[in-house]
C-alpha cells in the first residue's frame, strides 16, 4: 500500500507512535509518505521505503498568522496526487484531521482517498473542547473515513464529549518495539549521578502543565525522608522551571537533575529503578510502556487511560491525581522491597511484549486499510449537522 502518515513532528507522544508505526509498516514493504512541517524527532537515518514531504508555508505579509492548516491540505492533495496514496493517516485530530478533510474533498472526482484519523489525547479532552475548536474536530472525526483511538477511556471521552453517535471508532492501543526497548546494561548514568548507590527516579515528558512535572519533585522530597535517591527529569518545556524552583525552594535541588531532550531512551531508563508520570490526564501514557518495556515499575496518576497500561499492585501503582504523599508511598515501599520491585521489573517487561509489542498491534492497522480498501466508494455525503455537544472538561 501507499500510505500517508500526517503527524507533529516535535518531542510528544502522537509523533512518536505516527512515526513508529510508519517505520514498522515500511519494514513490511509498504511506501510511506510522512508530511510534515519538520522531519519528525524519531525519524533520524536512512529507511527503506519512507519518504518525506515537508508542508512548505507561504510567506506573505497580508497573513498575520500562519495558514498551516490550509498549507498541510495542499501538500496531503499533493502526495496524494503524485504518490497515488491509498491511505492518508492522520495523527492527532487538530488541525490534522481537518486538513485531510479537506484534500480528499479537493481530489475526490479524480482519486479515492481513505483517511484514517487517530485520536491521541487532548486533542480530544483539552484542546479539542474549546468552543473555537469543537464543532470542527466533530465534523473531522465524523467525516473521517475510519477513527482509531489509543484506549478505550479516549473512545469514551470522545463519543461523549463529542456527541458522536453513528462513528465506530476502533480502539488500538499503542505499541513498542520491545527488542530495542529491553532491559540493558548501564549506560554510565547511575556512576554519574548517584555514586553512593543512591536509588534513581526518572521521568520523561515535555513538561507540559498536563504532566504535572513539579509533583515528581514533590514524591522525591517525601521519598528523600527514608530513602536516599535521585530525580532525573528527561524532555523540555515549559513547566521544566517551575520543577527547577520547587527543587531549590524545598532545599533538595542537588537530588534533581535535567538531561532536556534525549535519544538514546532505552539505555537512560534502564538506569532507573522507578518511572513517575504524576499525569492530570493521560489517555495513554506511551512515557509509561516505554520504561515497563525496559523492566522498570511505574508509579503513576489514575487517570485516563493510565490504567488500560499499569496493572495496580502487578506492573506498578496508580494513585489519585495530586496526590504525591501516597506516590511517594508506594515509590518507597518498591525501592525497600527487592523482591517485590524485581517482580514488578518483570512484571512490566511481560506485559510490555506480551500486550503492546509492535508486531502484535502492527496487524491491526493493516487490517482496517485493507477493510477501507475493500470497501466500495461512497456516495457524497450531506455534512453533518454541528449540535448537541456535550462539554466535559477533564482538565
Ligand atoms: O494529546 C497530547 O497531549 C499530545 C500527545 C503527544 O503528542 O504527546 O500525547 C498523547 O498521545 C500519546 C500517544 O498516543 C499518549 O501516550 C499520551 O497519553 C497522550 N497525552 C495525553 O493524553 C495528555
Known amino acids: 500500500m501507499n500510505i500517508g502518515i ?5 518531542y510528544g507522544g502522537s509523533g512518536v507512535v505516527a512515526t513508529e508505526l510508519g517505520k514498522a509498516l515500511a519494514m513490511e514493504g509498504h511506501q510511506v509518505h510522512f508530511i510534515t512541517y519538520a522531519m519528525p524527532f524519531r525519524l533520524d537515518g536512512f529507511h527503506n521505503n519512507v519518504f518525506y514531504h515537508e508542508v512548505e508555508m507561504p510567506n506573505y505579509p497580508l497573513f498575520e498568522f500562519q495558514l498551516y492548516t490550509l498549507a498541510l491540505a495542499s501538500k496531503m492533495v499533493d502526495v496524494i496526487r503524485y504518490e497515488k496514496l491509498d491511505i492518508l493517516h492522520v495523527h492527532y485530530a487538530i488541525p490534522h484531521a481537518t486538513s485531510a478533510y479537506l484534500a480528499k474533498k479537493i481530489i475526490e472526482k479524480e482519486h479515492d482517498i481513505k483517511i484514517v484519523t487517530t485520536l491521541h489525547g487532548t486533542d480530544i479532552t483539552l484542546i479539542g473542547l474549546e468552543p473555537s475548536f469543537l464543532p470542527l474536530v466533530k465534523f473531522a472525526i465524523e467525516e473521517s473515513d475510519a477513527v482509531t483511538s489509543v484506549s478505550r477511556f479516549l473512545r469514551e471521552k470522545t463519543l461523549t464529549n463529542f456527541n458522536i453517535k453513528n462513528k465506530e471508532i476502533d480502539v488500538i492501543p499503542n505499541f513498542i518495539d520491545t527488542d530495542l526497548y ?25 513538561f507540559r502543565p498536563v504532566k504535572r512535572v513539579s509533583d515528581t519533585v514533590r514524591i522525591l522530597n517525601e521519598v528523600l525522608k527514608s530513602v536516599p535517591a535521585k530525580l532525573i527529569l528527561i524532555g523540555d518545556g515549559p513547566e521544566r522551571s517551575e520543577a527547577e524552583r520547587l527543587s531549590r525552594e524545598l532545599g533538595i535541588g542537588e537530588h534533581v537533575r535535567f538531561l532536556g531532550k534525549q535519544n538514546g531512551l532505552p539505555q537512560i531508563l534502564s538506569a532507573a529503578d522507578v518511572f513517575l508520570l504524576p499525569s492530570q490526564s493521560e489517555s495513554f501514557g506511551l512515557a509509561a510502556l516505554e520504561a515497563m518495556s525496559c523492566g522498570v515499575p511505574v508509579v503513576a496518576t489514575s487517570s485516563g487511560g493510565i490504567p488500560e497500561v499499569i496493572i495496580h499492585g502487578e506492573t506498578g501503582y496508580v494513585a489519585e491525581i495530586g496526590d504525591t504523599d501516597r506516590m511517594a508511598k508506594y515509590v518507597v515501599d518498591l525501592l525497600t522491597n527487592p523482591k517485590k520491585h524485581k517482580r514488578f521489573a518483570e512484571a512490566s517487561r511481560q506485559r510490555a511484549v506480551e500486550e503492546f509489542e509492535t508486531k502484535l498491534l502492527l496487524p491491526n492497522y493493516i487490517a482496517l486499510y485493507e477493510r477501507l480498501l475493500a470497501s466500495p466508494k461512497a456516495a457524497p455525503k450531506e455534512p453533518s449537522k454541528q449540535n448537541g455537544y456535550v462539554l466535559d472538561f477533564v482538565v
Open 6 to 10: 500526517v503527524c507533529y513532528p516535535t
Open 182 to 206: 529491553v532491559p540493558s546494561s548501564e549506560c554510565g548514568l547511575r556512576e554519574q549521578y548517584a555514586p553512593q548507590g543512591e536509588k534513581i527516579l526518572m521521568h520523561v515528558s515535555n
